[in-house]
């Protein structure tokens, strides 16, 4: 992983020359348990390589997957979107790949997977109650799992009911009690920054920046900070919000803009376990995985299913958030780069440990 080969990259369209025309391609129409079986007989294995900055974070994915279906074994790795996309890059270009399923924040890339033939189509038998905005209508690559960036303080640590909006981590009682993921670091952040500066000015930015907030790498690593005792920070935001802490309180902002994408996946072409990818495309879409989901606090990609506690919207309805558009912002790679400059003018290169390996 991690390696880099860019040279081989422009090779990438003329690895699969392959005309794809998914338009005709149906909802599965076997069984689970013959997709099961079917994953078994080829040895009930599948790999997936899954974006985020903690090896731990898919854990309970791994743990959900293996005990809805005995003898089938989920490798998975977890690192950033942008290594894993070069690194599966480099694979498909030397014709050597071992990853079964990508599911990834670099949403710029499935497209051109696709026109190059890299990707397989395939629909779950539930694709259909998938919102339609987050899929490939011809099956190459579907939305899987949303996110987003809520606002997140340790309720014990920090007077009254907690921030609404952005503007109040400007108040004293922030002063040198924030950590943030630095945005020129992560493109997710980046896009939630650049939206609160569309919104607020750049003078919003500069009033942070007298708040002398702790800049970190990864987006899990402010809340880890925080529920550390020991830690003076006390607030986030553009980060991931609670896990399994009860001081920690989480809400998006009331008016303000916060940013929320479908995390998308899709099974390659020439994946090793083409069964078993298709039947893990099929549990990461299920009622059951999805519900729990919920029932932790995320939206659903799916259409029949509720809302998250204290919400009464989809991601895709609300005034204040707009999965499409982070889309829309990852395929604008100039304009990123524009952007990840910007800030990096103003913060810095973003200095620490690589969020993968800082054991935190």
């Not at 974006?51 to 791994?62: C, H, I, P, V």
């Not at 402010?222 to 309180?249: C, E, H, M, R, Y």
């Not at 099929?282 to 932790?296: A, G, H, K, P, T």
Request: aromatic residues 12%; glycine residues 6%; proline residues 5%.
């Amino acid at each position: 992983m991690r390696s880099g080969c860019w040279f081989l990259l422009p090779s990438l369209t003329l690895a699969y020359p392959y005309f794809h025309d998914g338009s005709a391609i149906q909802p599965d129409t076997r069984s689970l348990s013959e997709i099961y079986h079917a994953a078994l007989k080829e040895g009930g294995l599948v790999t997936l390589w899954h974006g985020g900055d903690e090896k731990n974070q898919q854990d309970g994915l791994k743990l959900a997957f293996e005990k809805r279906f005995p003898g089938m074994t989920l490798n998975v790795t977890v690192d950033l979107s942008k290594y894993l996309d070069v690194d599966i890059d480099e694979q498909l270009a030397r014709k050597s790949l071992y990853v079964d399923v990508a599911m990834l924040q670099t949403l710029q890339d499935y497209p051109r997977w696709k026109e190059a033939g890299a990707l397989s189509p395939y629909k779950p038998i539930d694709f259909n109650t998938v919102f339609d905005q987050i899929v490939d209508l011809e099956g190459y690559y579907m939305g899987v799992r949303f996110f987003h960036w809520p606002m997140t303080w340790d309720s014990s640590r920090v007077k009254g009911s907690g921030p609404t909006g952005y503007n109040d981590f400007l108040g004293k009682d922030y002063k040198n009690k924030l950590v943030l993921t630095y945005p020129n670091d992560d493109d997710a952040v980046l896009h939630n920054f650049n939206k609160i500066v569309q919104e607020h000015g750049t003078s919003w930015l500069d009033r942070l920046l007298q708040q002398n907030p702790r800049w970190v790498r990864g987006t899990q690593t402010p809340t880890d900070i925080i529920v550390n005792t020991n830690s003076n920070q006390t607030a986030t935001f553009a980060a991931f919000g609670p896990f399994g802490s009860s001081s920690l309180k989480a809400r998006v902002p009331i008016k303000d803009h916060f940013t929320s994408w479908a995390q998308t996946g899709a099974i390659f072409t020439e994946a090793p376990h083409p069964q078993a990818a298709r039947l893990l495309m099929n549990f990461v879409i299920s009622r059951e995985w999805q519900q729990d989901l919920v029932e932790n606090g995320l939206w659903s990609v799916r259409k029949d299913l509720s809302q998250p506690s204290g919400y009464n919207q989809s991601l895709l309805d609300m005034q204040n958030t707009d999965p499409l558009g982070f889309r829309d912002f990852m395929m604008d790679r100039e304009m990123v780069e524009r952007l990840r400059f910007w800030y990096e003018e103003r913060l810095g290169v973003a200095k620490g440990l690589d969020p993968i390996f800082d054991n935190m």
